[in-house]
């Protein structure tokens, strides 16, 4: 949500903070701008894409070595001109960008308009530049921990300041920063792709550090204002990670690439057979783990609730799968024999990581799923497991998805293994299943073109259903959010015997309803289910595994995946709700990676 670069060396800054936001527009692509030091500070901003600030700055053609930038996800303030960032103090004394969420700002701006301070925008973030105004005693790091102890909330933020114009400052709470360490230039990001060009080398800045930089050097202050020793780490990320490589979306590209993300997360965990966690859990935690608690957002969530059934199912621990959001907030009960899973792609998610952060607090031990390396989310859990996915670029989620739901096999198998329901034959078997998964994946990416022709039929509808039982139902929660988080086609996940109890009642002739049925237990009442809304008038779209009998009379179109185990479905079954998502939202016309409202980090509650 939000991000912001910056940028101090000896190359005109501009054009690097311009490529360096394009890279972050995932983050909000409401606003976006820069501010280049000099004599002065030039400050270029513009409402909407990136493409309309490097317009701007083709007019104006802003001079100087060292800047900083900011791309937009309106929280306070309209996404227009004014609110756009970087803000400037009103005695100029700071201009800077800010992400994150100020939330005692109203207070503040009270107290520092009755001291004749003026506003001209009506962003939170302004209040952090006019109070480093009002506090600046001539040393912007003191100044900086002043600031940092009167705000509220979760920041990152990166300025310049007047009289020091061969340096940049950033300060940061609960919202992710990075600085890359170039050969007499360096780097701040938000995420890790903005500096990949440059540097691999860079340090994740901690809550309450308080950075100087210059173009050779790096300082991180305290909260004490005392100098701290920092490690430099590398990245193993490659610039090819961040690239569309000929594909016109990086949805699609992040689509094709799942048959590598899966197997390059799974891999690393399974060893001949048997299943190596890179983390320990306490001596004796396995045997006398109580319940396990998945507390997740969004399509992290639908992951979750795919593991549910896949742990209780095959190790009998009983899971509880909340929405982070709601998690954090209705008093969980935990105790030191829970097991609390954390699921995030971007590690960053702030209702996670709030959720993260209460069930440390209540004595539980925490792991995490988590796809960007370093992330707090991910450094902050007593145990990580990492998505080697890469770099996922597009808002909507695919092959981040597809890694978290191969690290859930094989941890549901690790713990029915350690409870003794898995014996090592059966292991051996099943980690070889989990193996041979890519392969099936890269297969059932060849259902394009039926899911190309099946969106035709369904990019004019204006309201559609995904059902299914089972395993199968939070696919249908994950089908229909993708699809309608990117073509803005109103759509429901249901589970398929529940539609009966009051939504039948939106079925009428030509409705689409996409019916997931890859458990042959459950076949036959999916069958039923299906009959239920054809008979009143719907459009059925099957999703069933290859060889499936008596479904061609019931569904109008039918999408046939590959067959793999009644646990490791979810990875084949999601691919054509990717594709159809894809194909309906490039037929409507409408920017695939990244739909209106939408960032792809969520880092505001
Ligand atoms: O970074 P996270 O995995 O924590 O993000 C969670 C959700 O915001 C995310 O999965 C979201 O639902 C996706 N845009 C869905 O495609």
Redesign the pocket.
């Known amino acids: 949500m939000c991000g912001i670069v910056g940028y101090i060396g000896e190359k005109q800054a501009a054009p690097i903070l311009v490529e360096g936001l394009r890279k972050l527009e995932y983050r909000g692509y409401d606003s976006a701008g820069i501010a280049i030091s000099g004599e002065n500070v030039t400050v270029v901003k513009e409402k909407g894409r990136i493409d309309n600030l490097q317009a701007e700055i083709d007019k104006v053609y802003p001079v100087g070595t060292i800047g900083i930038g900011h791309t937009r996800w309106a929280t306070h303030g309209i996404p227009d001109h004014i609110n756009a960032h970087p803000h400037t103090s009103m005695n100029g004394i700071v201009t800077l960008v800010h992400n994150g969420i100020i939330e005692n700002y109203i207070e503040i701006k009270n107290e520092l308009k009755e001291k004749g301070y003026v506003f001209k925008s009506e962003t939170d973030t302004e209040v952090i530049a006019q109070l480093f105004d009002n506090l600046f005693n001539g040393n912007p790091v003191e100044t900086m921990i002043n600031v940092a102890s009167r705000v509220e909330g979760s920041y990152a933020v990166a300025m310049i300041v007047k009289g020091f114009s061969d340096r940049v400052f950033t300060m940061k709470k609960d919202n992710p920063m990075i600085i890359g360490k170039g050969n007499g230039e360096n780097f701040i990001a938000s995420d890790i792709p903005a500096i990949l060009p440059y540097t691999k080398d860079c340090y994740i800045v901690k809550d309450n550090d308080f950075v100087e930089l210059t173009k050779d050097g790096i300082t991180v202050y305290g909260l004490d204002g005392k100098e701290k020793e920092i490690e430099i780490n590398s990245i193993s990320m490659s610039v090819d990670a961040a690239q569309k490589n000929g594909y016109d979306y990086f949805m699609e590209k992040e689509i094709y690439e799942q048959p590598k993300a899966f197997r390059d997360t799974v891999s690393p965990l399974i060893k001949d057979g048997r299943i190596v966690l890179p983390f320990e859990f306490p001596q004796g935690f396995t045997k006398k783990l109580n319940r396990i608690h998945i507390v997740?957002?969004?399509?992290?969530y639908h992951v979750g609730m795919t593991a549910k059934y896949i742990i209780e199912d095959m190790a009998r621990i009983p899971v509880i799968v909340d929405i982070a959001s709601e998690f954090r907030y209705r008093n969980p009960i935990l105790n030191e024999n829970d097991l609390c899973i954390f699921?995030?792609?971007?590690g960053?998610?702030a209702d996670?990581l709030a959720s993260l952060r209460e069930s440390k607090a209540r004595g539980a031990f925490t792991m995490s799923i988590v796809n960007v390396l370093y992330s707090t989310i991910a450094r902050e859990s007593n145990g990580v497991i990492y998505t080697n996915a890469g770099a996922e670029i597009a808002?909507?989620?695919t092959k981040?998805l597809m890694a978290q739901l191969g690290v859930c096999y094989v941890l549901a198998a690790f713990l029915a293994h350690e409870k003794g329901l898995m014996g090592d034959d059966i292991l051996h078997q099943f980690t070889d299943e989990i193996l041979a998964i890519p392969e099936k994946i890269e297969r059932t990416l060849t259902t394009d073109d039926i899911t190309k022709e099946i969106s035709g039929y369904i990019k004019d509808r204006h309201s559609m259903f995904f059902i299914g039982r089972g395993i199968d139902y939070p696919l249908c929660l994950e089908g229909s959010?993708?699809l309608k988080?990117i073509s803005y086609i109103h759509s429901e996940g249901y589970g398929a015997g529940e539609l009966k109890h009051g939504t039948i009642s939106l079925i009428e002739n030509g409705t689409a309803v996409v019916a997931i049925a890859t458990d042959d237990a459950l076949l036959n009442k999916m069958i039923s289910n299906i009959k239920e809304v054809r008979a009143r008038g719907a459009f059925v779209i099957a999703v069933v595994k290859e060889g499936t009998k008596g479904i061609h009379e019931v569904a109008d179109k039918v999408i046939y995946v590959p067959s793999a185990s009644r646990y490791l479905m979810p990875s084949i079954t999601v691919v054509p709700l990717q594709l159809l998502a894809y194909h309906t939202t490039v037929l409507k016309g409408f920017d695939v990676d990244k739909p209106r409202n939408?960032a792809?980090?969520?880092t505001v509650e």
Do not use: H, I, W
């Open positions: 997740a957002c969004g399509s992290a699921v995030s792609q971007s960053e998610t996670t808002v909507a989620t981040a959010l993708k988080e939408l792809k980090s969520v």
